[in-house]
């Protein structure tokens, strides 16, 4: 019979999908991209809309329930709007998601609003402009303060991801941590991982660091996964509208409970973030064996490494923008 999920190598069942639309961005993140020579990939290497849409329906059928879209920064893609129209339109059932770094988002609250998206993940690594300015190299930080508060206005269930760097934004991390305590948003600090292209990590605090930093004002912690396959771990301080929590992306504490299948925007399916372990699904859809891809996404998860640091060993560290965080 033929099998109709994804379970991998350790009984783990793979349910939640990350795709990304786009290579491209309109910020620099120095965390993510090596530097303003950046090289994006030309139009025809990336899957088209069609081909994100099969892929898209295929998992479904696989039994994928929640999915969201990354990039590069999803709304630098001309007609995002339409392409997520059409997933909610084809598949109302799943949980559907963004995260964008809020530069052009602003300008689609309602539109996203009328589709039916709630799901917002927001990156924002500083409230000073110039700290904003220095980290990605844009100075944008006014549009996307705007769009944040725009988005809470709005009800949208916005979680703010925050990557947490000694002496670039360390300092910050009570004044996002506040942030909760008026409004009704998850704040997620991330530990800052090796993609960027170069390997180097600029200022790593780790996951008990940033834990350390929380516990000086707001007493011991104890930190719980929302999910049982969340990645992040969190608190809610009594009186908070919102929530508090650490993403311990680099030390891997979570991988235990991963359910993640990882596209990137030229069609690379990877079982882990940190591995080598890729089908190339692009090359099947354009080779005409869209009939066997679901079979071949079935065995490739029957050799998945068990954890990140398993997988990582021989693995290139490309930026994050290239695999789609
Ligand atoms: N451009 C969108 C954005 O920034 O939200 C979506 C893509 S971005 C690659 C997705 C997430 O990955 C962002 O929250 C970003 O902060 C995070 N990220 C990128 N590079 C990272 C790194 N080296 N370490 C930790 N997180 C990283
Ligand atoms: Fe662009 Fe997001 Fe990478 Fe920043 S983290 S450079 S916004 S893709």
Known sequence: MLENRIVDSFGRPLE???????????????????DERMKFLP???LLSYEELGFVINELVG??????????GEPFVR?????????????HPELELGITSNGVLLGKHIKELKAIGIQKINLSLDSFDPSRFLRITARDDFQKVYGCLLDLIES??????????????NDHEIPDFAEFARTFPVSIRFIEEMPFNGHGKQRGFLSYGQIKSILEEKYGTLDLQQAEISSSSFDFAPSGFEGSIG???????????????????ATGQMKTCLYGKNVLDLRGLIRSGKREEIKHMIIN???????NGLQAEKGSELVSMSMIGG
């Open 300 to 306: 490739k998860y029957k050799v998945k490494e068990e």
């Open 78 to 90: 001309r007609n995002m709007i339409g392409f997520l129209k059409g997933i909610v339109e084809s």
């Open 62 to 71: 696989l039994g994928i329930k929640k999915l969201r879209i990354t990039g």
């Open 43 to 45: 139009k025809k290497e």
């Open 16 to 34: 939640y999908l990350r795709l990304s639309v786009t290579d491209r961005c309109n910020l620099r993140c120095f965390y993510c991209m090596p």
């Open 155 to 168: 009800g949208f269930q916005v979680k703010i991801n925050c990557v947490v760097m000694k002496g670039v």
């Open 246 to 264: 650490i993403i311990p992306a680099y030390t891997r504490s979570f991988c235990g409970s991963c359910n993640r299948i990882r596209i990137s």
